[in-house]
C-alpha cells in the first residue's frame, strides 16, 4: 500500500496488479500507518492539516477524519494497544490523541523538524527521524532516549532499515551500532521518499516508480510507474 499524488494505492506484488483504494484530495502524504486491531489505515494531509483513516479491509471505503492539527502533519504511528495516534508535524512537535481524535496532548518540542515516528508495540520503543539530526529512540513515556544513527541526509526509515538521498540502502541495530550499506541504488536523487521491508524484499520509491528488490541478490523488479506527477509516496505493507 502506497499513496500516491492524491490517493492510496496497492499493489498486488505478486500479479503487479495496481488499485486505487481511496482517494484523498490534492496532499503531499508522507506516512501510512495501519492498526492491526480495529482495522483502520492511518495517514496525515500535510496540505490540510488533518489525519484521516479507512476501514481496510472494507466493500465501502471512505475517509473519516480523526483530528484537526495546527501544523502541517509529516508522519504517523498507532498505538492499537492503548487506542493511542502519534504524530509529527513541521513545527517540531511530537503529539498524541485516542485513536478518534479526543484527549490531543503535545508531548514534546524539539530543536529540530521531525519527519517520521514509527512505534515497536511489542518492545514499547519509539522511534523518530529528525531531518538535520537523525534517528531517535525512547521508551513510549519519553524515557530512555537515545541515538540510534545520525545523517547529514534525510531518510526514509522501516524499523532498523533507511535510505538515504545518495541512494544507499542500509540497516543498524536498534542500539545505533553496526551500520552497514545493504544495496547501493548508483543513483543520486532528492526525491526518495518511501521504503518497507517484509521478508527478504524491500521496497523502495521515489517520484517515478515503485521498486522491489532482493536484500541479498540483489535483483530489482519494478512494481509500478505512476501516471501522475509528482509522485509523493510513501509505502507500507499489510500482510
Request: charged share 20%; proline share 3%.
Amino acid at each position: 500500500m502506497f499513496a500516491s499524488s492524491n490517493a492510496i494505492m496497492e499493489v498486488d506484488v505478486d500479479t503487479q496488479k495496481v488499485t486505487e483504494v481511496v482517494k484523498y484530495g490534492g496532499s503531499y502524504v508522507y506516512s501510512l500507518d495501519y492498526d492491526y486491531d480495529n482495522r483502520y489505515v492511518y495517514f496525515p494531509r500535510q496540505n490540510f492539516n488533518d489525519i484521516v483513516r479507512f476501514r481496510y479491509p472494507s466493500l465501502n471505503i471512505t475517509l473519516q477524519n480523526v483530528v484537526n492539527t495546527s501544523y502541517s502533519p509529516e508522519g504517523v504511528a498507532v498505538d492499537s494497544a492503548n487506542d493511542h495516534v502519534y504524530w509529527v508535524d513541521d513545527s517540531n512537535r511530537l503529539s498524541r490523541c485516542n485513536s478518534d481524535g479526543k484527549n490531543i496532548v503535545v508531548l514534546v518540542t524539539s530543536f529540530s523538524p521531525a519527519f517520521m515516528i514509527r512505534l515497536d508495540v511489542t518492545n514499547r520503543w519509539m522511534y523518530i527521524g529528525y531531518v538535520h539530526t537523525g534517528i531517535y529512540k525512547s521508551r513510549f513515556d519519553l524515557t530512555d532516549n537515545s541515538v540510534i544513527v545520525t545523517f547529514s541526509q534525510r531518510i526514509g526509515l522501516k524499523k532498523t532499515v533507511l535510505m538515504t538521498y545518495s541512494g544507499e540502502i542500509k540497516s543498524v541495530n536498534e542500539d545505533g551500532s553496526d551500520v552497514k550499506t545493504i544495496i547501493s541504488t548508483h543513483s543520486v536523487s532528492t526525491e526518495y521518499y518511501a521504503i518497507g521491508v517484509l521478508d527478504n524484499h524491500i521496497y523502495y520509491a521515489d517520484k517515478h516508480q515503485l521498486v522491489i528488490r532482493n536484500k541479498s541478490q540483489g535483483s530489482t523488479r519494478l512494481l509500478y510507474i505512476p501516471t501522475a506527477t509528482p509522485f509523493k509516496a510513501y509505502t507500507y505493507l499489510i500482510q
